[in-house]
């Protein structure tokens, strides 16, 4: 042991940046990405005073209750509902994300598959890799233009504010339906009206999901919502696996009272419904919306930053940037 205080990394990322670390801290760091079991989890929690977890390391108050020395949690991603934030706030360990650094990368994947659902993408490449293609007929893969057509959002934060400022450029009217309406500045930069729930799923040719998964948004698009929809529309969920009931919409897809989907995130992920593996209209994508070099290399560093920033350290000293639990410093202030 040096004395210093120990931060544990669950995954690979990157070393040149998780070496900041190294002059404050005793760093343990995975070598490969690993399943942990709830001893193993616990096991390394106990003996640290920080960890850097990806989404599939839950922590919740039987870790921390094992762990009494950690202090904080800083999860390598924007969301955090691994993470039992008001069991970590009562035992007064901070919980740090890293929003902000995704939104455009998000954005721009959330456009991929947009377009990819819109153009049959999916389903060509595999008729084409299965060696079909002697010829195409002159109505054959007729996809949906986005020009003249309404792009609805559900849920506009940051990410879905930069998904419908990409929208002008398709030539897309844009509708959203949030908890709590925007500015009118920040309407009129996204060209974005605002409506409610129901006019949402009646009027959207595009409907893309991007809310927090909580209790409440729990399969907010569900068997009803979907009956809601044109049988014209397309689905995009690139939120959290559990917003969008999967069963619901494979159901949907299979009768064709939905046209198409898109989705980069599943409910139980890494396992994905059979129902919808099994259907042709629907592109599915493994959770890599925020999978490009600079970002991930930014979600690295604002973890890396949180976790320094609480012992002293950094540029943020005293003053983790991105605490979504700032109030657990009241019940154990930071070292």
């Known amino acids: 042991m040096t004395g210093k205080p120990r931060v544990w990394i669950s995954r690979p990322t990157f070393p040149d940046i998780i070496a900041r670390l190294e002059p404050h801290f005793e760093v343990a760091a995975e070598a490969a990405e690993t399943v942990f079991a709830p001893a193993e989890l616990a096991g390394r929690l106990a003996s640290s005073d920080a960890a850097i977890v990806g989404l599939d390391v839950r922590v919740g108050a039987a870790e921390v209750a094992s762990a009494p020395r950690l202090r904080i949690v800083a999860n390598l991603a924007v969301g955090y509902d691994n993470l039992d934030v008001p069991a970590l706030t009562a035992a007064g360990v901070a919980a740090a994300n890293t929003p902000g650094v995704l939104s455009e990368s998000v954005a721009d994947y959330t456009w991929a598959l947009l377009l990819g659902a819109a153009r049959h993408m999916g389903a060509a490449e595999r008729w084409l890799r299965a060696g079909h293609w002697r010829a195409n007929g002159f109505r054959d893969w007729l996809g ?34 949030n908890r709590s309406r925007l500015p009118a500045t920040i309407e009129a930069a996204c060209a974005a ?26 399969h907010a698009i569900g068997a009803a919502e979907l009956a809601a929809m044109k049988t014209t529309a397309m689905l995009v969920n690139i939120a959290r696996g559990g917003v969008v009931d999967d069963a619901a919409l494979a159901v949907a897809l ?4 939905l046209a198409a989907a898109a989705l980069d995130v599943f409910e139980g992920e890494p396992a994905v419904d059979p129902a919808l593996l099994a259907l042709d209209n ?8 925020s999978a490009t070099w600079d970002t991930r290399r930014a979600m ?34 930071a070292p």
């Not at 940051?158 to 419908?164: D, K, S, V």
């Not at 729930?197 to 909580?214: G, I, M, N, Q």
């Not at 629907?282 to 919306?289: D, E, G, K, N, T």
């Open 282 to 289: 629907v592109i599915l994508s493994p959770h890599i919306a």
């Open 193 to 218: 009206r605002y409506v409610d729930k129901p006019t949402l799923l009646a009027e959207s040719d595009f409907l893309v999901v991007a809310v927090p998964l909580t209790a409440e948004s729990r």
């Open 144 to 177: 949906l233009d986005t020009r003249g057509r309404t792009l609805g959002i559900l849920g506009m934060g940051r990410i879905g504010q930069a998904i419908a400022r990409r929208a002008a450029g398709f030539g897309m009217q844009v509708a959203y339906h």
């Open 254 to 257: 299979g009768e064709k009272r």
């Open 300 to 333: 690295t560093a604002m973890a890396v930053d949180n976790v320094l920033a609480l012992f002293g350290h950094g540029p943020y000293a005293g003053h983790p940037p991105s605490l979504v639990n700032p109030e657990a410093l009241a019940i154990r202030p």
